[in-house]
């Protein structure tokens, strides 16, 4: 009998929060701290959960907290690190400015265990900070980061990837992927 893989979850909190002009992730947003909706709608759904961001108050969240080894190269950093701190294989990789993604989401993101990214998509676009990852995508990242190319999109095409069709999944809410950058949109949501 085979045994169900198992899963980390790392949530991605070292952005520079510019247009929002206040550091995001502890910020309250309906009741609770941005990055909780986050860790709330993860938990379920691993064996363990880190944060990557340099903010010493994610501390006090109770999870492991890691600063990415590389700076100013985006997100990708931040994947490599979640990637080297799991503790598992497959490791579901979120932002912590996303507070409507949901558990069924999480779920879809198991399929093709094969994938070295498992990518949600819609309308064209993609969503690569609310994915699954395996460490196998290490060396990619790692390369793509040396050689000064950033795109997490071109370093997605370079790994063994499939995107995951949204539209193939009505239940899904249309503002799944609703990211809080900026105070208009901070205030649309709350």
Not at 45 to 60: E, N, Q, R, V, W
Not at 89 to 109: K, N, Y
Request: charged share 25%.
């Amino acid at each position: 009998m085979n045994e169900s893989p198992k899963y980390s979850a790392a949530i991605l909190a070292g952005g520079k929060s510019s247009r929002l002009g206040r550091p995001k992730a502890l910020s309250q947003f309906r009741g609770k701290a941005l990055i909780q909706w986050v860790i709330d709608v993860l938990r379920p759904h691993c064996d363990d959960l880190i944060i990557i961001g340099s903010d010493p108050g994610l501390k006090a969240l109770g999870y492991p907290l890691f600063a990415d080894s590389y700076q100013n190269t985006g997100p990708l950093a931040g994947i490599r690190e979640a990637l080297l701190h799991c503790q598992n294989e497959q490791c579901f990789v979120m932002a912590c400015d996303m507070p409507f993604l949901s558990g069924r989401l999480i779920d879809l993101l198991k399929i093709h265990p094969e994938a070295d990214a498992l990518v949600p998509r819609h309308d064209k676009h993609i969503e690569p900070l609310a994915a699954r990852y395996s460490r196998k995508a290490v060396p990619v990242i790692e390369s793509q980061i040396l050689a000064g190319e950033f795109k997490l999109q071109k370093a997605i095409e370079k790994m063994n990837y499939h995107y995951l069709q949204l539209e193939d999944y009505e239940e899904l809410p249309g503002h799944l992927f609703v990211n809080l950058n900026t105070l208009r949109e901070w205030k649309k949501w709350q």
